[in-house]
């Protein structure tokens, strides 16, 4: 039972300190953009119809997972291609970015290159194939007639809006225009008062996950008190409670109600830093949960993933494919801290790189079950066939098949 608390525990304050204070900024970051702008980075691209897919390769390129959590509500919203959503997810390195960058610049230079290239190359592959959901729908419905399809996403022989993507869901709300007691005299001042908190538990956690990634990401004991580890404990405790009483509390009484929906502008700075909040706060949920469950599956079955992938061989870049598939950052980030420790060769960590969709399958998964397994699987295919093309073809000319390569 002490292992079982301790891992929970564990996972709360790693969470919220290692992916949840990054994916704030991130978030937050592009909203004030929005704000700045009133909403025109969104419009450029949803006009920008034949650039939709390189657009969304380079928000999913940015460290973190806060580019591409911006994307995945456009698809939902049919104001960008399926196309877009695969190039995105397969860009995105998520919050195993900053491990790698902190830790090893160069073999970060070439493996997310490598990644944004295929995934791009794909996105357009997808789109110009017509090999959307339309087509998924089409084989569901010949196999389940009752099955009801939700419409592809290439129209007019190229990329454009899908008018048949109707989800039938509302445009956000404002908090105080639907919902429970809006007004409630208890939990309406306790939920701001929460969201300011989870600023300042966001702004610490950030320097205290910053310092981490510089100090190699080192074990940190769990303990109390005024020293780094002790910090880290408490911030990212509280940070991941505060984050989940935002999901499942705050969000009815602060900011939109609504989450994984774009924003096209915001009314104010504090409404920018709601709608981050809320965001980060239901990714971190869904962050705890993947950190919970791959911790408890690795403490009950005992599975080390660098012995295996010492003994892999050719099958390090498809295991590191594999392990992109769980979605979430937790894994992730375990298997970039395995590479910077010279556990896994570069062909493991750019066949995860692409595979992996960090945290921002969360929000499609929510709304779109389907589109996030057919982009998944979308990614996972080019993810195997570069990652074994590295190790086999250019891994022994290049070094790039060597365990260790790139790290400081």
């Given at each position: 039972?002490?292992?079982?608390?301790?891992?929970l525990?564990?996972?709360?304050?790693?969470?919220?300190?290692?992916?949840?204070?990054?994916?704030?900024?991130t978030?937050?970051?592009?909203?004030?953009?929005?704000?700045?702008?009133?909403?025109?980075?969104?419009?450029?691209?949803?006009?920008?119809e034949?650039?939709?897919?390189?657009f969304?390769?380079?928000?999913?390129?940015?460290?973190?997972c806060?580019?591409?959590?911006?994307?995945?509500?456009?698809?939902?919203?049919?104001?960008?291609?399926?196309?877009?959503?695969?190039?995105?997810?397969?860009?995105?390195?998520?919050?195993?970015a900053f491990v790698?960058?902190?830790?090893?610049?160069?073999?970060?230079l070439?493996?997310?290159?490598?990644?944004?290239?295929?995934?791009?190359?794909?996105?357009?592959?997808?789109?110009?194939?017509?090999?959307?959901?339309?087509?998924?729908?089409?084989?569901?419905?010949?196999?389940?007639?009752?099955?009801?399809?939700?419409?592809?996403?290439?129209?007019?022989?190229?990329?454009?809006p899908?008018?048949?993507?109707?989800?039938?869901?509302?445009?956000?709300?404002?908090?105080?225009?639907?919902?429970?007691d809006r007004?409630?005299?208890?939990l309406?001042?306790?939920?701001?008062?929460?969201?300011?908190?989870?600023?300042?538990?966001?702004?610490?956690?950030?320097?205290?996950?910053?310092?981490?990634?510089?100090?190699?990401?080192?074990?940190?004991?769990?303990?109390?008190?005024?020293?780094?580890?002790?910090?880290?404990?408490i911030?990212?405790?509280?940070?991941?409670?505060?984050?989940l009483?935002?999901?499942?509390?705050?969000?009815?009484?602060?900011?939109?109600?609504?989450?994984?929906?774009?924003?096209?502008s915001?009314?104010?700075v504090y409404?920018?830093?709601?709608?981050?909040?809320?965001?980060?706060?239901?990714?971190?949920?869904?962050?705890?949960v993947?950190?919970?469950?791959?911790?408890?599956v690795?403490?009950?079955?005992?599975?080390n993933?660098?012995t295996?992938?010492?003994?892999?061989?050719?099958l390090?870049?498809?295991?590191?494919?594999?392990?992109?598939?769980?979605?979430?950052?937790?894994?992730?980030?375990?298997?970039?801290?395995?590479?910077?420790?010279?556990?896994?060769?570069?062909?493991?960590?750019?066949?995860?790189?692409i595979?992996?969709?960090?945290?921002?399958?969360?929000?499609?998964?929510?709304?779109?079950?389907?589109?996030a397994?057919v982009?998944?699987?979308?990614?996972?295919?080019p993810?195997?066939?570069?990652?074994?093309?590295?190790?086999?073809?250019?891994?022994?000319v290049?070094?790039?098949?060597?365990?260790?390569?790139?790290?400081?």
């Open positions: 039972m002490n292992e079982v608390l301790t891992v525990l564990e996972s709360l304050r790693d969470g919220y300190v290692q992916v949840s204070a990054f994916v704030a900024v978030v937050l970051a592009f909203g004030l953009i929005q704000y700045w702008t009133d909403g025109a980075v969104i419009g450029a691209i949803e006009d920008n034949r650039l939709q897919v390189a969304g390769g380079l928000l999913g390129l940015t460290p973190g806060g580019g591409a959590i911006v994307v995945m509500p456009l698809y939902v919203r049919g104001t960008v291609s399926f196309g877009t959503v695969v190039a995105t997810l397969g860009a995105t390195a998520g919050d195993s790698i960058l902190a830790l090893a610049p160069e073999a970060a070439y493996s997310y290159a490598i990644a944004f290239a295929a995934s791009v190359a794909t996105g357009y592959l997808v789109d110009s194939y017509g090999l959307g959901v339309a087509r998924i729908d089409a084989a569901v419905a010949r196999l389940s007639p009752a099955a009801t399809p939700d419409g592809g996403t290439v129209v007019n022989g190229g990329v454009g899908n008018p048949a993507h109707d989800y039938g869901c509302p445009a956000p709300t404002h908090a105080h225009e639907s919902g429970p007004e409630s005299r208890v309406t001042p306790l939920s701001h008062l929460a969201h300011v908190l989870w600023w300042i538990a966001a702004a610490a956690g950030l320097v205290l996950g910053s310092l981490y990634l510089f100090r190699g990401g080192p074990e940190i004991p769990l303990t109390t008190g005024l020293g780094f580890d002790g910090l880290f404990t911030v990212g405790i509280t940070g991941a409670v505060l984050s009483y935002l999901y499942l509390v705050g969000r009815h009484y602060v900011g939109e109600g609504e989450i994984a929906r774009a924003r096209d915001f009314l104010s409404d920018t830093l709601t709608h981050a909040a809320m965001e980060t706060s239901f990714v971190t949920v869904w962050v705890l993947a950190f919970l469950v791959y911790e408890y690795v403490l009950f079955s005992g599975v993933v660098a295996l992938a010492a003994t892999a061989g050719v390090a870049p498809i295991g590191g494919a594999a392990v992109g598939l769980i979605p979430g950052c937790g894994p992730q980030i375990l298997l970039a801290s395995v590479y910077a420790e010279g556990g896994l060769p570069f062909s493991a960590l750019t066949a995860n790189a595979a992996q969709d960090g945290d921002a399958l969360f929000p499609l998964l929510a709304v779109d079950a389907k589109a397994i982009a998944t699987i979308y990614n996972f295919l993810a195997v066939v570069v990652g074994v093309a590295l190790h086999l073809l250019w891994g022994p290049f070094g790039m098949a060597e365990f260790g390569f790139g790290v400081l």
